[in-house]
């Protein structure tokens, strides 16, 4: 019994003592991992600190994991072939099942080569190059979003500011040049574009980079996008501060690699950074990250206690953090420290030995579960929740941030979801218009708050190359003349250039160089032949801008939808659209129902109406106090409509007694005053204009006869007329406006042309002249106008748009049109009637004065009798409609009362009193007679004398004795 319990204490003791020996020397339970990073450099002495922290804390989260990593590191000396020896001592000798690194995109690729080939996971969190793909290299994974994201932030940054061009400064390596066609699209959609893009070798030295920075000094864009590693920025905006183009009106925009090292930057460098503007992933502040800050100094003070400072980590750290936890929680989910199974050898690794052949590589037999359980973990981290879609992490938040003194102010954010706007929110919402995005307050280099144009008109710069067309004929528009042995340059078009230039808040140099437009086949070559090299069409002239050997055009190109894809247009400065050109005739044309014309139909039914409108009105206010408006119906009718209608010729001559109605009448005169008036003026010019008519104003005419037309050769104009439907043979080319009068002239029948089709500025310059022969008529179609042109993205095309538009919106546009074309005015075929939207406010004052006034006539009439309607009907009839029916009988009577008839009773009453004087005795006067006088004079005085009324006659036989026979006093 002791014997048998000494022999298990016995194994027990050995197996505590080498069972963990043997566990890890055959690989159960640990996983060994490699690590390529440069250790002399910050990023690869961080990121290495940072992955023995990630190992740290996460078992110490999670005690009860069955699998360890245990960490091989080799140092890469920052250098390709020094990476790839390291890599490959991994593999082959330590047979390690991932490596996390190497440091850059350059290493990165030639690693993941050898990943391929010997299927180990290559993790990496700080090569972001984009032409690493997980397409072509599977087993290459990227902890860190790539660089093809930010070209958007950029590039929403440039179109906040309004920037148009941008020159891109970068490392010539393939990690930086790989971003360069990410922004060049990114910038492309937004409308703006890299004017240039400069490299630097990464061993520049201070002389080269100066020597670039003198050769965009001179360029107009003041726009840079810097794209490099930390150590080659550092000497460069060293260069660029003591050049003097860290001052105003210059802008600076870093991208994400060196924005997040900022902080890590020397005091130096960071000063002649100030001013620039920077986009880099967003990291949300939380308190897992602040608890590893105190950390990060502990475990900094502990590895390096030597040093004073100590530096604040880096998102590449931070990536190399979380890059190690997912690589550990990967490992324990696919079982790769459970099997006791070495790399899977050829017979030509094992005939090698330890040979460093690329052929004596091995196959991780759990490098593919490994792989599969990497891109299939998700976790929170100190970054954000790590999960990978393609083999790398996707960035969809920036942070733009503005260097000012020691440190990077925070501005704004940037997402794919909402884009530019000044604070961070989770909630996803749609993307702001341009004109809702906000940034907050920049202080930009020079310490200056202006934002920079983003471009400058060099003062000892070349002056701008503006062509011009020359052309036969038409020579209003751009003409060049040789005056002492040098062209000299006028015109309208010429002329509105420079009231465009001078409108400019700043100083444009430019000259004009001549470009001979094609006539008829031929050039037109006024200079002798020497010029064929600068001849063409409009069409040729225009691509030279797009070419680039001319800065601009000046004349009378014309916007068209095809050349927009080549340059820019500014707004229109002169009249748009196309019509034809047509010869006149005289004729008479005898027509019955001219007279109608002046009026449209809509304008003559409401003044018919209100004529009736009015003669009712009149008569409702005269009917009871008027006699004249009495008597039997049709007589009244007539005498209300003669009323009305003869105002129409102020002939009215019957009598009016309401003031009422004078108020009425007297609007309605003046209604008519200016109907008539208005009429007699359209009808003249009716009359006038007919004796000059167009021989032809219908575009199907023309095609169904078959007649011939012309034009200036436009190719424009030319599809244009064949879709309308003229056959291509009856199209003529002619050239300048003499060919066009002697063409139209002669007419289609005799070897002419029937109409000419032209843009309206060419047909306003034909006519100046000509008005009594030719004339504008037809539809008028749309066209674009001219403009002038400037290549796409051009830092001048904003300011002179807006210039073009302040210019012909203004006198001086009217100057110019007056001294070039004095007579604007062109015929038109007919004289449109007058329509009721000139007269509708004159109609509703009318219409208003005189519904008011029979409203208030009426007010006064009930008031008057109604209360008298009451006692006038039956208990039988009493009721609304019956006293209605009264009152249109109390209307009906004549209204004894008003002081029309007191009038009227007075006058009577003096004239029979003037006969009775006449016919009484001469020496006595009979007392009754004055008696009666005195009655009648009460009777005609309104005075209540029922009883005692005397007859007209003087006596009254029912009267007493004693009141015929007053006693004499």
Known sequence: MKSAFFLCVLIVFFHQCFGDQNEEANGNGVVKIGVVLDMDSLVGRMGNMCISLGLEDFYKDHPNFTTRLTISARDSGGDVVKAASAALDLIKNVEVQAIIGPQTSAQAQFLSELANKSQIPVISFSATSPSLSSTHTPYFVRAIPNDSIQAKPIASLIKFYKWRRAIVVYEDTDYRAGFIPYLTDALSEIGSRLQRRTLLPSVASDELIRKELYKVMTMQTRVFVVHMSSPLASRFFRQVKQLGMMSRDYAWIITDGLTNLLNSMDPWTKDSMQGVLGVRAYIEGTQRLDKFSTRWKRYYRKEYPNEIDIPHFNVFCLRAYDATRVLALAVEKSGAGTENIGFLRGTAGQMAGNSTDLSTLGISPAGPRLLSAILDTKLKGLTGTIRFVNGEIQGSTFQIVNVVGKCEREIGFWSTGTGISREFSRKKVDKRRDDEANLGPVIWPGESTVTPKGWVVPTDGPKLKVGVPVRKGFEEFVKVERLDGRPTTTGFSVDVFDAVVKALPYRLEYEFLPFFIYSNSTSFLPFGDDNKSEAGTYNDLVYQVFLGKYDAVVGDVTIEANRWRYVDF????????????????????????????????????????????????????????????????????????????????????????????????????????????????????????????????????????????????????????????????????????????????????????????????????????????????????????????????????????????????????????????????????????????????????????????????????????????????????????????????????????????????????????????????????????????????????????????????????????????????
């Open 570 to 969: 500014t707004p229109p400065y002169t009249d748009t659209g196309m019509s034809m050109i047509v010869p006149m005739r005289e004729e008479r044309v005898s027509r019955a129902l001219t007279f109608l014309k002046p009026f449209t139909w809509e304008l003559g039914m409401t003044t018919a109406c209100f004529f009736f409108f009015m003669a009712f009105v009149v008569w409702v206010l005269e009917h009871r106090i008027n006699e004249d408006f009495r008597g039997p119906p049709s007589e009244q009718i007539g005498r209300a409509l003669y009323f009305s209608f003869s105002t129409l010729v102020f002939a009215h001559r019957d009598k009016i007694t309401s003031n009422l109605t004078r108020f009425v009448v007297i609007l309605w005169l003046f209604v008519v005053l200016i109907l008539t008036n208005s009429y007699t003026a359209n009808l003249a010019s009716i009359l006038t204009v007919e004796q000059l008519q167009p021989t032809v104003t219908d575009v199907q005419t023309l095609i169904d006869k078959g007649d011939y037309v012309g034009h200036q050769g436009s190719y424009f104009i030319e599809d244009f007329l064949k879709k309308l439907g003229f056959a291509g043979s009856k199209l003529k080319v002619f050239d300048t406006a003499e060919e066009y009068a002697e063409a139209l002239s002669k007419g289609s029948s005799h070897g002419g042309v029937a109409a000419i089709f032209d843009e309206i500025p060419y047909i306003k310059s034909f006519l100046l002249n000509r008005t009594k022969d030719f004339m504008m008529a037809g539809p008028t179609y749309r066209t674009g106008g001219f403009g002038f042109v400037f290549p796409k993205n051009s830092p001048l095309f904003s300011d002179i748009s807006s210039a073009v538009l302040n210019v012909t919106g203004g006198e001086r546009m009217d100057l110019l049109e007056r001294k070039w074309f004095p007579q604007r005015n062109t015929n038109s075929p007919s004289s449109k009637g007058l329509n009721l939207d000139r007269f509708w406010g004159l109609f509703l004052i009318v219409g208003t004065a005189s519904m008011g006034t029979l409203i208030i006539f009426f007010m006064g009439f009930c008031n008057e009798h109604w209360n008298r309607t009451a006692t006038e009907t039956t208990p039988m009839n009493k009721g609304f409609w019956p006293r209605i029916v009264a009152m249109a009988k109390h209307y009906d009577e004549t209204d004894l009362s008003s002081h029309t008839f007191r009038r009227k009773q007075r006058k009577e009453g003096e004239t029979e009193e003037n006969r009775d004087v006449s016919l009484a005795p001469s020496v006595t006067e009979n007392p009754l007679s004055s008696h009666a006088k005195t009655e009648r004079l009460s009777i005609e005085d309104g005075s209540p004398h029922h009883s005692n009324s005397v007859s007209a006659d003087g006596d009254d036989d029912d009267a007493p004795i004693q009141e015929r026979h007053a006693p004499t006093p």
